[in-house]
C-alpha cells in the first residue's frame, strides 16, 4: 500500500467513522431511555445489531467508489478495523460527556429500581444471581465517568478487529465488476 492509498484509506474511514458513531451513539441514547420504555430498548438493540451491516454497505462504497471496485482482504479489514476505531473514540467520548454531565445517576437508579421489582428479585434468586447483581451495581456505581468510556472503548475496538475480517471476506473483490 502507497502513502497516498494510506491517506486515502484512514480519510474514508474517519469519515465512515463518524456515521458509525452516530449510529452507535443513537443506540446508546435509545439504551438509556429504553431502561424506562421498552420500546427504545429494542430499538436500541436493532441499532446495535446493524453496526457490522453498517459497516459492510460502507466498505462496498469504499471498495466500489475509492478503489474503483477491487479490494483486498487484508485492505479492507484495514478499512473496517479504521471504522470501528474512529467510532469508538467518538462513541468513548459521548459516553464520558453523558456520564460526566448529564446522568447525575440515573441509569444506575434506573438499573437499581429495575433489579428491585419483585419479579426481577424472584428471577434473579431462581437463577441464584442475586449477590452477583448488588455486587455489580455496587461497583457500577464506584466507577467514575472516564472508567465506563474506557471500558466501552476497549470493547469496540475489539470488537472492531473481530469483526472486520468477516466483513472484509464478505466483501473484498480482486476483478472490477464489468
Known sequence: MTPAEYIQLKAFARIDGALLAVLWIASFACYVVGVANPVYG????????ATPFFVCRRLGKFRDEG???????????AYAAYVFFYAAILLALAQYFYFAYMDRGYLLQSLTDLVSTPEAKQALEQYGLQQSMSENLTLMGQMRPIDY??????????MGIVLGLPIAAVMQRSKAKS
Open 42 to 49: 429494542i430499538l436500541a438493540v436493532v441499532l446495535m445489531v
Open 67 to 77: 478503489r474503483n471496485g477491487v479490494i483486498s482482504l487484508k485492505r479492507g479489514w
Open 149 to 158: 468510556a474506557v471500558n466501552v472503548l476497549m470493547a469496540n475496538i475489539m
